[in-house]
Protein backbone atom coordinates (compact mmCIF):
# COMPACT_ATOMS: atom_id res chain seq x y z
CA UNK A 1 0.00 0.00 0.00
CA UNK A 2 3.03 2.17 0.78
CA UNK A 3 4.47 1.79 -2.26
CA UNK A 4 1.44 2.81 -4.52
CA UNK A 5 1.08 5.75 -2.45
CA UNK A 6 4.68 6.77 -3.11
CA UNK A 7 4.63 5.63 -6.47
CA UNK A 8 1.77 7.74 -7.35
CA UNK A 9 3.13 10.89 -5.08
CA UNK A 10 6.43 10.27 -7.80
CA UNK A 11 4.55 10.18 -10.98
CA UNK A 12 2.47 13.17 -9.83
CA UNK A 13 5.39 15.29 -9.41
CA UNK A 14 5.99 14.35 -13.07
CA UNK A 15 2.97 14.83 -14.37
CA UNK A 16 0.89 17.82 -12.74
CA UNK A 17 4.31 19.36 -11.23
CA UNK A 18 7.05 18.94 -14.46
CA UNK A 19 8.38 22.48 -13.18
CA UNK A 20 9.80 21.24 -9.97
CA UNK A 21 12.12 19.40 -12.29
CA UNK A 22 13.24 21.71 -15.03
CA UNK A 23 16.78 21.92 -14.99
CA UNK A 24 17.02 25.77 -14.54
CA UNK A 25 15.09 25.07 -11.36
CA UNK A 26 16.81 22.11 -9.83
CA UNK A 27 20.07 24.31 -10.32
CA UNK A 28 18.72 27.24 -8.21
CA UNK A 29 16.86 25.02 -5.48
CA UNK A 30 17.97 25.40 -1.98
CA UNK A 31 18.55 23.13 0.55
CA UNK A 32 15.21 23.80 1.84
CA UNK A 33 14.02 23.33 -1.33
CA UNK A 34 15.15 19.67 -1.76
CA UNK A 35 13.90 19.01 1.68
CA UNK A 36 10.44 20.52 1.54
CA UNK A 37 9.51 19.46 -2.78
CA UNK A 38 11.07 15.51 -2.42
CA UNK A 39 12.24 14.52 0.48
CA UNK A 40 10.10 15.25 3.67
CA UNK A 41 6.63 14.20 2.54
CA UNK A 42 8.62 10.64 1.54
CA UNK A 43 10.13 9.68 4.38
CA UNK A 44 7.33 11.15 6.67
CA UNK A 45 4.76 8.97 4.88
CA UNK A 46 7.37 5.75 4.89
CA UNK A 47 8.07 6.03 8.61
CA UNK A 48 4.37 7.04 9.56
CA UNK A 49 3.36 3.81 11.29
CA UNK A 50 7.49 2.85 12.90
CA UNK A 51 5.93 4.83 16.11
CA UNK A 52 8.87 7.13 15.83
CA UNK A 53 8.82 11.03 15.21
CA UNK A 54 10.64 12.58 12.29
CA UNK A 55 12.50 16.13 13.49
CA UNK A 56 13.29 18.39 11.29
CA UNK A 57 15.69 21.41 11.32
CA UNK A 58 18.42 22.63 12.52
CA UNK A 59 18.51 21.50 16.24
CA UNK A 60 20.45 20.29 18.89
CA UNK A 61 19.95 16.17 20.17
CA UNK A 62 19.12 16.42 23.72
CA UNK A 63 22.16 13.73 24.15
CA UNK A 64 24.50 16.66 23.18
CA UNK A 65 22.95 19.56 25.48
CA UNK A 66 25.93 19.02 28.08
CA UNK A 67 28.90 18.87 25.49
CA UNK A 68 31.01 21.79 24.42
CA UNK A 69 30.40 21.32 20.91
CA UNK A 70 26.65 20.82 21.02
CA UNK A 71 26.26 20.05 17.31
CA UNK A 72 23.19 20.66 15.23
CA UNK A 73 21.77 17.91 12.65
CA UNK A 74 19.12 18.43 9.96
CA UNK A 75 17.29 15.62 10.82
CA UNK A 76 16.43 13.27 14.22
CA UNK A 77 14.11 10.02 14.08
CA UNK A 78 13.32 9.64 17.65
CA UNK A 79 10.98 8.58 20.00
CA UNK A 80 9.26 11.18 21.58
CA UNK A 81 10.02 14.98 20.49
CA UNK A 82 10.65 15.77 23.92
CA UNK A 83 12.79 12.63 24.85
CA UNK A 84 15.65 12.77 26.85
CA UNK A 85 17.32 9.86 25.38
CA UNK A 86 19.69 9.65 22.08
CA UNK A 87 18.28 9.65 18.73
CA UNK A 88 17.37 6.47 16.75
CA UNK A 89 19.05 8.08 13.75
CA UNK A 90 20.30 11.23 12.45
CA UNK A 91 20.69 13.41 8.80
CA UNK A 92 21.96 15.59 6.66
CA UNK A 93 21.10 17.31 4.21
CA UNK A 94 22.57 19.40 1.77
CA UNK A 95 21.73 21.18 -2.05
CA UNK A 96 24.41 19.11 -4.32
CA UNK A 97 27.00 15.81 -4.48
CA UNK A 98 30.05 18.00 -3.60
CA UNK A 99 33.25 16.92 -2.25
CA UNK A 100 34.28 18.82 1.00
CA UNK A 101 30.64 19.13 1.87
CA UNK A 102 30.46 15.38 1.51
CA UNK A 103 33.13 14.97 3.33
CA UNK A 104 31.88 17.79 6.59
CA UNK A 105 28.65 15.99 6.60
CA UNK A 106 30.25 12.66 7.02
CA UNK A 107 32.43 13.82 9.57
CA UNK A 108 30.13 15.19 11.77
CA UNK A 109 27.22 12.09 11.36
CA UNK A 110 30.58 9.78 12.18
CA UNK A 111 30.83 11.46 15.71
CA UNK A 112 28.16 11.76 16.66
CA UNK A 113 26.72 8.23 15.69
CA UNK A 114 29.79 7.59 18.02
CA UNK A 115 29.07 9.66 20.86
CA UNK A 116 25.34 7.59 20.96
CA UNK A 117 26.75 4.03 20.17
CA UNK A 118 29.38 4.85 23.33
CA UNK A 119 26.21 6.01 25.27
CA UNK A 120 23.96 2.48 24.05
CA UNK A 121 27.04 0.46 25.05
CA UNK A 122 26.99 2.47 28.10
CA UNK A 123 24.17 1.34 29.05
CA UNK A 124 24.64 -1.91 28.35
CA UNK A 125 22.47 -2.38 24.47
CA UNK A 126 24.89 -3.75 21.64
CA UNK A 127 23.50 -2.18 18.36
CA UNK A 128 24.15 -0.78 14.96
CA UNK A 129 24.16 2.60 14.86
CA UNK A 130 22.23 4.26 11.53
CA UNK A 131 22.63 7.29 9.77
CA UNK A 132 21.56 9.10 6.40
CA UNK A 133 22.89 11.44 4.22
CA UNK A 134 21.08 13.31 1.54
CA UNK A 135 22.93 15.30 -1.31
CA UNK A 136 19.91 16.96 -3.46
CA UNK A 137 18.38 13.67 -5.39
CA UNK A 138 20.65 10.90 -3.83
CA UNK A 139 20.25 9.17 -1.00
CA UNK A 140 23.05 7.51 1.14
CA UNK A 141 22.50 5.23 4.11
CA UNK A 142 25.43 4.12 6.41
CA UNK A 143 25.94 2.34 9.76
CA UNK A 144 28.54 2.83 12.46
CA UNK A 145 29.15 -0.65 14.97
CA UNK A 146 31.74 -1.14 17.86
CA UNK A 147 33.56 -4.56 17.52
CA UNK A 148 35.35 -5.75 20.49
CA UNK A 149 38.86 -5.59 19.43
CA UNK A 150 39.05 -3.97 16.05
CA UNK A 151 37.51 -0.60 17.28
CA UNK A 152 34.40 1.95 15.02
CA UNK A 153 33.64 0.51 12.07
CA UNK A 154 31.46 2.48 9.66
CA UNK A 155 29.36 0.42 6.67
CA UNK A 156 27.33 2.07 3.69
CA UNK A 157 24.30 0.02 3.57
CA UNK A 158 22.34 1.00 0.71
CA UNK A 159 22.76 4.37 -1.89
CA UNK A 160 19.99 4.96 -4.90
CA UNK A 161 18.61 8.44 -6.18
CA UNK A 162 15.14 10.28 -6.70
CA UNK A 163 13.87 9.15 -9.51
CA UNK A 164 14.01 12.46 -11.77
CA UNK A 165 13.17 10.88 -15.42
CA UNK A 166 10.86 8.71 -17.00
CA UNK A 167 13.53 6.45 -17.60
CA UNK A 168 14.88 6.06 -14.06
CA UNK A 169 11.06 5.28 -12.89
CA UNK A 170 10.46 2.55 -15.59
CA UNK A 171 13.69 0.95 -14.41
CA UNK A 172 12.74 0.82 -10.90
CA UNK A 173 14.15 3.90 -9.41
CA UNK A 174 11.09 4.82 -7.20
CA UNK A 175 11.10 0.90 -5.78
CA UNK A 176 14.90 1.39 -5.55
CA UNK A 177 14.18 4.50 -2.99
CA UNK A 178 11.18 3.03 -1.17
CA UNK A 179 13.61 -0.15 -0.58
CA UNK A 180 16.70 2.14 0.68
CA UNK A 181 14.28 4.21 2.97
CA UNK A 182 12.81 0.24 4.18
CA UNK A 183 16.07 -0.49 4.70
CA UNK A 184 16.71 2.37 7.17
CA UNK A 185 13.39 1.97 9.55
CA UNK A 186 14.67 -1.74 9.81
CA UNK A 187 17.81 -0.19 11.20
CA UNK A 188 15.47 1.75 13.43
CA UNK A 189 12.88 -0.01 14.38
CA UNK A 190 15.93 -3.10 15.44
CA UNK A 191 17.00 -0.04 17.77
CA UNK A 192 13.86 1.12 19.23
CA UNK A 193 13.14 -2.86 20.28
CA UNK A 194 16.48 -3.02 22.31
CA UNK A 195 16.31 0.07 23.87
CA UNK A 196 12.86 -1.03 24.99
CA UNK A 197 14.15 -4.63 25.89
CA UNK A 198 16.84 -2.81 28.04
CA UNK A 199 14.11 -0.88 29.83
CA UNK A 200 11.27 -3.94 30.65
CA UNK A 201 14.45 -6.41 31.81
CA UNK A 202 15.12 -3.66 34.73
CA UNK A 203 11.47 -4.56 35.92
CA UNK A 204 12.29 -8.24 36.03
CA UNK A 205 14.50 -10.61 38.37
CA UNK A 206 13.40 -8.39 41.23
CA UNK A 207 13.16 -11.65 43.52
CA UNK A 208 16.24 -12.34 42.78
CA UNK A 209 17.39 -8.50 43.76
CA UNK A 210 15.17 -9.34 46.78
CA UNK A 211 17.05 -12.22 48.42
CA UNK A 212 20.68 -10.55 47.49
CA UNK A 213 21.32 -12.77 44.29
CA UNK A 214 24.37 -10.74 42.50
CA UNK A 215 23.58 -9.26 39.64
CA UNK A 216 24.87 -9.96 36.47
CA UNK A 217 28.27 -8.36 35.90
CA UNK A 218 28.32 -5.89 32.27
CA UNK A 219 31.22 -6.65 30.15
CA UNK A 220 33.29 -3.84 30.09
CA UNK A 221 33.95 -2.72 25.94
CA UNK A 222 37.22 -0.42 25.23
CA UNK A 223 35.46 2.56 23.78
CA UNK A 224 37.11 5.76 22.97
CA UNK A 225 35.59 9.12 23.49
CA UNK A 226 34.55 11.54 20.82
CA UNK A 227 37.13 14.57 19.91
CA UNK A 228 34.87 17.41 18.17
CA UNK A 229 37.19 19.55 16.07
CA UNK A 230 38.16 23.13 17.66
CA UNK A 231 39.25 26.16 15.18
CA UNK A 232 41.91 28.51 16.72
CA UNK A 233 39.03 31.18 17.35
CA UNK A 234 37.33 28.72 19.82
CA UNK A 235 35.04 27.35 18.04
CA UNK A 236 33.90 23.68 18.28
CA UNK A 237 33.00 23.05 14.21
CA UNK A 238 33.10 19.29 13.27
CA UNK A 239 33.36 20.92 9.80
CA UNK A 240 36.75 22.42 10.97
CA UNK A 241 38.49 19.08 10.27
CA UNK A 242 37.35 18.82 6.45
CA UNK A 243 39.85 22.40 6.54
CA UNK A 244 43.46 22.47 5.98
CA UNK A 245 45.68 22.05 8.76
CA UNK A 246 46.50 25.26 9.31
CA UNK A 247 43.16 26.14 9.88
CA UNK A 248 42.43 23.29 12.63
CA UNK A 249 43.41 23.89 16.33
CA UNK A 250 42.71 21.50 19.32
CA UNK A 251 40.10 18.92 19.59
CA UNK A 252 38.04 18.95 22.40
CA UNK A 253 35.78 15.23 24.09
CA UNK A 254 32.51 15.17 25.05
CA UNK A 255 30.67 13.48 27.79
CA UNK A 256 28.98 10.08 27.09
CA UNK A 257 25.76 10.43 29.08
CA UNK A 258 22.01 9.39 28.19
CA UNK A 259 20.76 11.60 30.98
CA UNK A 260 20.19 15.29 29.51
CA UNK A 261 18.09 17.83 29.92
CA UNK A 262 15.07 18.82 27.88
CA UNK A 263 15.46 19.40 23.85
CA UNK A 264 15.59 22.62 22.67
CA UNK A 265 15.72 24.02 18.94
CA UNK A 266 17.82 26.05 17.68
Known amino acids: ?59 VPTIFKKTEARPKVDLRIMSILNSKEGDYSLGEFSKIAESTKLYEDKLKLALMAKFHLNSLIKNNTDCIYPFIMIMGFEFVFLTMEFIEGVGYIINQIDQCCFPITKKAINCGGTQALINCINTVKNFVSSMKDRKEDGKREKTVNKIKQLVGEKKEE ?9 FWPKTKDGLFLVEAAAKSEDDVGECVSGGETEDEEDDEDE
Do not use: P
Not at 8 to 15: A, C, F, K, P, T
Not at 22 to 51: G, M, P, R, T
Not at 218 to 226: C, F, H, L, S
Open 218 to 226: KTKQNTTAV
Open 1 to 59: MYGFHITMSRLDIHVHKSYYLNASNISLYSEEDFKVKFWSHLLEELFSLSNVCLHWGDT
